[in-house]
């Protein structure tokens, strides 16, 4: 059944009007990574949306920016072995990226510990070809630390751009790809916590 809401989840996208994507969400809702937060934000004015599937639980998620440099997310878990619960999360951009220097934020995650509240500090700083690199320590989750790296790759300059990211989330390496389907949407697949994971993703 979720194998079959999730097909039918991609192959809608595909007729989504084009736009270029921003941040992937995460499956907390927050912008990230694959399974951790980078200092970017939602740009006003927008917000984002996420079905993601692994053989444990699926999630539908979300975020929105309600003022410059804050973005507020929801997510709705369903794992397969115990109850469906709801996760709250927010992340605030202190300094924007310049050419010299990272962006900065500060969040949390679950804040009203459902599984396990975590604040965290990042920074995020795009380099040449493509590259960015994020790194950030916190509480609960986050306390071992976590780095990231993506790079981007135009596959075809005119409508296909392939992603790859890396991270180690303080407990796990994580591993994805993502590609547009769509002007909407973007797709994506990897695995998370040593586990396949695939998603669907779409900014408006």
């Not at 991270?167 to 396949?196: C, T």
Request: charged share 20%; with cysteine.
């Amino acid at each position: 059944m979720k194998k079959n809401i999730f097909t039918a989840i991609l192959m809608s996208s595909l007729v989504a009007l084009p736009l270029a994507c921003e941040a992937r969400t995460l499956a907390s809702g927050t912008s990230g990574v694959i399974n951790t937060p980078s200092a970017y934000v939602r740009s006003m004015g927008h917000a984002a949306v996420t079905y993601q599937y692994t053989e444990d639980y699926d999630v539908i998620a979300g975020n929105v920016a309600v003022m410059p440099g804050l973005e507020i997310a929801y997510s709705r878990w369903s794992p397969d072995k115990a109850d469906d619960f709801n996760m709250y999360s927010a992340k605030f951009m202190i300094l924007p990226e310049t050419v010299a220097s990272p962006a900065i934020a500060v969040g949390i995650e679950d804040a009203t510990d459902e599984r396990d509240r975590s604040g965290y500090a990042v920074i995020s700083k795009a380099g040449p070809w493509g590259l960015k690199i994020h790194a950030g320590t916190g509480t609960g989750r986050f306390r071992d630390g976590f780095v990231g790296l993506e790079k981007q790759f135009k596959v075809n300059s005119k409508s296909l751009n392939l992603g790859l990211a890396a991270e180690y989330d303080g407990d796990d390496f994580n591993y994805g790809m993502f590609v547009p389907v769509g002007k909407l949407m973007q797709a994506e697949v990897g695995v998370r916590d040593d586990k396949f994971y695939a998603g669907v993703h779409g900014t408006f």
